[in-house]
């Protein structure tokens, strides 16, 4: 997928609903204006999109681009629940975008999804005031979601409650004095299981990840221009200053003054 277009999307939302069918629903033919994002969290349903023909079920993420045709009938026996977005993707340029989807994909029911769905489709409805600006950025946490499970194959953090809140923690707690022990200690875990579960869930070992943490801290106050290397190894957490350097040099590839932007 293009950096570019993953890094500025802006969706145009037209339409949302839950559509909890009965075993007589059916959908007349209509052309689409927009993306259509259907996500299948019960019972099954038959599309015809531009004369072909999709089955879906429970797991499925059906992805329709503008000016197709669908029409669809659900089962009698397994009536569908989905929920459906219609909306239109820019750029910062405002030039139309498309999702990087195939037309049905099984991402597989998520809980997480489910709740942003149910929080977006509920804001859609509520119209509270600033609600187009909460059910873009709850689009786009979908959106990302979808990416992480189809394209990019990975995870977001959302396996273990426990390993969760210790992601939480380190992300606030990253200059502080933090040991694989301590963490295990806060969520009631015996420190060989930690070290095994969070290695499982995160694919990396807790030493590593809190100094991948630190250094992608050490390089973003870097970048700013407004700290010393020192004064920053020293803000992230690092004792010593030449092990700072070591350790950043072997993640990113470049010294830490490399960071700093050019002086003018």
């Not at 599309?47 to 993420?61: Q, W």
């Not at 029409?71 to 909306?87: E, G, L, N, R, Y």
Request: proline letters at 5%; glycine letters at 6%.
């Amino acid at each position: 997928m293009d950096e570019t277009i993953e890094n500025y999307m802006i969706p145009e939302i037209r339409f949302i609903i839950f559509r909890k069918c009965t075993p007589s629903w059916e959908m007349v033919e209509n052309t689409l204006e927009g993306i259509n994002l259907s996500y299948f969290v019960q019972g099954e349903a038959h599309y015809i999109v531009d004369n072909k023909t999709i089955d879906v079920a429970e797991g499925n993420l059906l992805v329709l681009p503008p000016g197709c045709t669908r029409k669809a009938v659900t089962s009698h026996k397994k009536p569908m629940h989905c929920f459906s977005v219609d909306f239109i993707l820019k750029n910062s340029r405002n030039q139309l975008l498309s999702l990087p989807f195939p037309a049905k994909s099984m991402p597989g029911r998520h809980e997480d999804i489910i709740h942003l769905f149910n929080e977006l489709t509920f804001s859609w409805i509520d119209k509270q005031p600033g609600y187009i600006i909460k059910c873009n950025g709850l689009l786009l946490q979908i959106i990302h979601r979808f990416l992480e499970l189809i394209i990019y194959k990975a995870e977001s953090y959302t396996g273990d409650t426990r390993i969760t809140r210790v992601i939480r923690h380190i992300g606030s707690h990253y200059s502080e004095h933090v040991t694989a022990k301590m963490m295990a200690d806060m969520v009631g875990l015996h420190p060989t299981y930690f070290g095994a579960l969070f290695n499982q869930t995160i694919g990396m070992s807790f030493n590593r990840y809190l100094i991948q943490t630190r250094v992608k801290n050490a390089e973003n106050l870097l970048s700013s221009g407004e700290y010393r290397v020192g004064d920053v190894a020293e803000i992230c957490g690092f004792t010593d200053i030449s092990h700072f350097y070591k350790l950043f040099k072997l993640l990113k590839g470049f010294p830490p003054s490399y960071s700093l932007p050019p002086k003018s």
